[in-house]
């Protein structure tokens, strides 16, 4: 791990990218003893400041009242821990239990779009997905879950892609967990 210069921002180490998944990173904003019991998401400005360093997102509907920061983080914190649980299962030969997915699907169930075709050119089109309607912590939440769905962990470690409406790739991608840290 790099040494770790201090954010003055809210006084937290920099963050540190191991992962080849924003999903392992995520995991990885905790580090607990007997390792150097590092805390990355201290207040709500290193959740948004995580997003943006991860390129999920930089949307100043993330930005929050005081009053509801500590709540908001609290939820993110706790979907971490969740998540953390499910790789140390994963990784011991278990699986993702239903109670997890249920969670998850609840999240994801917050946001409402819609998707529309457009153009592009005279022989091609794209599919466009609407702007999200969430703020704040629920928009942060449908950010990190929305970067993971698109591939499957499996507990070989190897993550199918698959084809998207822009993309034929079908190239497998490995997702490595960070040496000690989950």
């Known amino acids: 791990m790099p040494p770790a210069s201090?954010?003055?921002r809210?006084?937290?180490?920099?963050?540190f990218f191991v992962g080849t998944h924003p999903a392992i990173d995520f995991a990885n904003t905790l580090v607990p003893p007997p390792g150097p019991g590092i805390e990355f998401l201290r207040a709500w400005p290193?959740?948004?400041?995580?997003?943006?360093q991860m390129?999920?997102?930089?949307?100043?509907?993330?930005?929050?009242?005081?009053?509801?920061?500590?709540?908001?983080?609290?939820?993110?914190?706790?979907?971490?821990?969740?998540?953390?649980?499910?790789?140390a299962s994963l990784t011991a030969g278990g699986k993702v239990s239903d109670d997890f997915l249920m969670g998850l699907n609840g999240l994801l169930a917050m946001d409402s779009f819609h998707e529309t075709?457009?153009?592009?050119?005279?022989?091609?089109?794209?599919?466009?997905?609407s702007t999200t309607q969430l703020h704040g912590h629920k928009l942060?939440?449908?950010?990190?879950?929305?970067?993971?769905?698109?591939?499957?962990?499996?507990?070989?470690?190897?993550?199918p892609t698959p084809a998207r409406a822009c993309?034929?790739?079908?190239?497998?991608?490995?997702?490595?967990?960070?040496?000690?840290a989950v």
């Open 46 to 52: 290193d959740v948004i400041d995580w997003l943006a």
């Open 10 to 15: 809210t006084n937290r180490p920099e963050f």
């Open 55 to 87: 390129k999920l997102s930089k949307d100043s509907r993330l930005d929050l009242p005081e009053t509801r920061r500590s709540e908001a983080l609290k939820t993110v914190v706790e979907l971490r821990q969740a998540w953390r649980d499910v790789l």
């Open 167 to 180: 993309s034929t790739s079908t190239t497998p991608q490995k997702i490595i967990v960070g040496s000690g």
């Open 117 to 129: 075709l457009h153009r592009v050119g005279k022989k091609r089109f794209q599919l466009v997905h």
């Open 140 to 159: 942060a939440l449908a950010r990190l879950l929305s970067s993971s769905p698109r591939q499957t962990l499996t507990t070989s470690g190897v993550a």
């Open 6 to 8: 201090e954010n003055a």
